[in-house]
């Protein structure tokens, strides 16, 4: 059995919200090795070469959703990217974030439900790792897109079992009809490498100031 499997299966098959948050508030002081030292965790960085090529400035204002300890808000604002709100769940993973002072807010909300944030509230918003089993649905994507501003773009991973179980390109494509979103990048990249999985990578244009379908 593989050294990634114990704490990340707990993660990935936990039924209910309270198991995940117990998950993650248990592996909360030990993600960031686990991750990026012991398992090789790719999709951070795939995120932060798409906010460099979409943001166009370094002071945009970023949304990280689903942001867990800051390993995607570490890597913006060692890039420059300053102006930067954090956004999760879990009490453990946010006391992580909080440590690292990179976010000028950090919020505790449940993804699944619609955040408190105005319509076009941030110029780019992120989320990395977020969109997998047991965790966000598809449907939060309107969220996400709803609190980045016309013209801002969402960037934004799917893990690749997820993917197919869940059917998330319906609602990408279902953002597009309705011209919400366009579509700039689509692809497949190298999600962690001590398992060989993958995920999904896409860059999403804002095109309306509401996200329904």
Not at 109 to 117: C, E, K, R, V, W
Not at 133 to 162: I, N, Q, W
Request: charged share 20%; aromatic share 10%.
């Amino acid at each position: 059995m593989k050294p990634r499997s114990n704490i990340l299966d707990h993660v990935l098959t936990a039924s209910t919200t309270e198991a995940l948050m117990d998950a993650y508030g248990e592996w909360a002081e030990k993600y960031d090795h686990d991750l990026t030292q012991a398992w090789g965790y790719f999709a951070p960085q795939h995120a932060m070469r798409q906010v460099q090529r979409y943001a166009g400035d370094a002071s945009v204002r970023i949304l990280d959703a689903g942001c867990g300890t800051g390993l995607v808000g570490q890597l913006l604002y060692e890039n420059g990217f300053k102006t930067l709100d954090g956004l999760d769940f879990s009490d453990g993973m946010l006391a992580q974030a909080r440590k690292k002072q990179i976010y000028q807010n950090l919020y505790q909300a449940d993804m699944n439900q619609p955040l408190a944030m105005a319509d076009g509230a941030y110029d780019l918003t992120t989320c990395v790792g977020t969109f997998t089993a047991s965790h966000v649905k598809p449907e939060a994507l309107h969220e996400l897109v709803r609190v980045t501003r016309v013209g801002g773009f969402v960037v934004f991973t799917v893990r690749d079992t997820f993917w197919a179980e869940t059917r998330f390109d319906q609602t990408i494509l279902a953002l597009c009809h309705s011209n919400a979103v366009r579509v700039h990048e689509w692809r497949t990249e190298p999600c962690i490498d001590e398992e060989a999985s993958e995920c999904k990578l896409l860059v999403l244009e804002v095109l309306s100031a509401t996200a329904t379908c």
